[in-house]
């Protein structure tokens, strides 16, 4: 797993076949929460996904890659829980 602490926000987070997944709205904890505005599609759009930290396989300032295929990836999202 790549450090998280060289995360930034905005970064855009790309899957292991170069396909967008999201762009990063920050990191809590193990996971990088995506931006409300760019994850998920159809009825679950509008609310913000996380991405397990163990996916990532590099990161720096601008580009968050992840070690599985974009469509792979988006398979593990989180979702935002209600409370939050």
């Not at 797993?1 to 999201?22: F, Q, R, T, W, Y």
């Not at 709205?25 to 994850?39: A, C, M, Q, Y």
């Not at 009825?43 to 792979?72: F, P």
Request: net charge negative; charged share 25%.
């Amino acid at each position: 797993m790549a450090d998280l602490s060289n995360i930034k926000e905005h970064a855009d987070v790309i899957g292991a076949d170069g396909v967008h997944v999201g762009t990063v709205d920050g990191v809590e904890g193990n996971r990088i929460k995506l931006t409300k505005s760019d994850s998920g599609q159809g009825g679950h759009e509008g609310h913000h996904h996380y991405i397990d930290g163990g996916l990532v396989a590099t990161a720096d300032d601008k580009t968050v890659r992840l070690s599985a295929n974009a469509d792979v990836a988006v398979t593990f999202e989180q979702e935002e829980d209600a409370k939050s």
